[in-house]
């Protein structure tokens, strides 16, 4: 939806038809703000004395003021000028605190909430730390506060919109850009709106600064622009005041009466001791709250990274005892092996003294027949004997060279089923 171009007019502070204003000769009038003497702005505390208005305890106590309402007015219309709705004229203060229904419900503190001249009820969340949740946290607030609109003997039709505003000192949506997106019930294919009874607006400091710095923004005729860089010109979480940022607001305040009511409201509450006190203790429990947030993250990130090197060291045991298994295999597959081997070299030994005995009893068997021929009339009968007998005794050893040839066969096939796995 495009930006509505609204105007301050001259004659009020809040009651003004529109939120953005245009000044002629933008550029030249920049450059003349820098060459002529300013008049201070600030009269009693230096910037760096200024409350972080991202705090929730400072915006409450200087938008969530009732004698500050008129600003409070400037700030919703300038935000809401987006959706096109109707100008907010006056707002009452409503109990931020969204009572339980029942004992065990969650109690909900809002950070402000208003009721317009419309009976709209606009609920502002400031946001300061990142708690992953900001998108259901808000829709959870929105619920709470249309449930308590509905009283007894109300019909639906009485109910009126609700509209939640969430300032955030971080990044939420990845998919944009822009820093102020808004949201509401659409049907899914054609698009048109379902209800105005829920509205959500999500602003994104962090966005805000960058596209300062990038001189994407004009505070002298975009009044959102201004007053988020008024919220934004103090960043206490990193100690840092923005000069640039108060140089500029403070010469547009000279022209924008609304805005230079803001800064000495917010000049004052600086200032007050007890408001101070309460504003320190505030940070300071924001900030520690952050620290324990990182300290936890961090130590979950740690506790993931031990997990992850423990099963890392585990697949690494392992694959190391898988290693050291097949190893021991192998070794084993080696030593059967080796005694193969050995009795391949015995079993040639042996096949190698048979051929020697069996070419020494070949030799006998012709001596013998030689001397039959020789002499047919002497007695043999002994030596065929002992022939026999050696004959015998070489058969013998063969079985048994067999039967080794057998047992080392069935060896060598218990490697191979061995190495086959």
Excluded: C
């Excluded at 900001?134 to 109300?154: A, C, E, G």
């Excluded at 975009?222 to 100690?239: F, K, P, Q, S, Y």
């Excluded at 298994?325 to 080696?334: R, S, W």
């Excluded at 065929?384 to 057998?406: S, T, V």
């Amino acid at each position: 939806m495009a930006l509505t171009e609204l105007h301050y007019e001259n004659s009020t502070v809040y009651t003004a038809s529109n939120v953005r204003e245009d000044f002629p000769n933008y550029n030249k009038h920049k450059q003349e703000a820098k060459e002529n003497t300013r008049t201070k702005l600030l009269k009693r505390v230096p910037l760096e004395r200024l409350m972080d208005l991202k705090i929730d305890y400072a915006f409450k106590q200087l938008f969530g003021n009732e004698r500050n309402k008129d600003i409070t007015v400037v700030l919703l219309n300038a935000i809401l000028q987006k959706t096109d709705r109707g100008r907010i004229k006056d707002v009452a203060f409503m109990n931020t605190e969204s009572g339980r229904e029942y004992v065990d419900d969650k109690l909900s503190r809002l950070d402000l909430l208003v009721i317009t001249d419309a009976e709209e009820r606009i609920n502002v969340e400031i946001q300061f730390t990142d708690k992953y949740d900001m998108v259901k946290r808000s829709i959870y607030y929105w619920s709470r506060i249309y449930d308590n609109i509905l009283k007894k003997n109300m019909d639906y039709k009485e109910l009126r919109p609700v509209i939640s505003i969430n300032i955030l000192n971080f990044d939420v949506f990845s998919q944009t850009e822009r820093l102020h997106t808004t949201y509401h019930l659409y049907e899914d294919e054609d698009k048109y709106k379902l209800t105005d009874i829920m509205e959500f607006h999500f602003i994104e400091m962090t966005k805000l600064i960058r596209d300062w710095k990038d001189d994407k923004l004009d505070p002298w005729n975009d009044a959102l622009a201004r007053w988020l860089l008024m919220l934004g010109m103090v960043d206490h979480r990193n100690r840092k005041v923005y000069d640039d940022i108060f140089n500029e607001l403070e010469e547009i305040s000279m022209k924008d009466k609304s805005l230079r009511s803001a800064f000495q409201n917010w000049e004052e509450l600086s200032m007050e001791e007890e408001q101070r006190l309460a504003y320190e203790s505030r940070l300071k429990q924001v900030l520690d709250e952050e620290a324990y947030q990182r300290n936890k993250e961090l130590f979950a990130q740690e506790k993931e990274m031990f997990a992850a090197e423990k099963n890392d060291f585990i697949e690494k045991k392992k694959k190391f005892t898988e290693k050291e298994e097949e190893l021991t295999e192998e070794k084993k597959v080696f030593t059967q092996e080796k005694e193969i081997f050995i009795q391949k070299k015995k079993i040639f030994a042996q096949e190698k003294e048979l051929i020697t005995l069996e070419k020494e009893l070949l030799n006998q068997e012709r001596e013998l027949l030689r001397q039959e021929r020789e002499q047919p009339d002497r007695e043999l009968d002994q030596e065929k004997k002992d022939f026999e007998q050696r004959k015998e005794g070489i058969e013998h050893k063969k079985r048994d060279l067999e039967q080794q040839k057998k047992s080392l066969t069935r060896l060598e096939n218990i490697k191979n089923q061995q190495l086959d796995r």
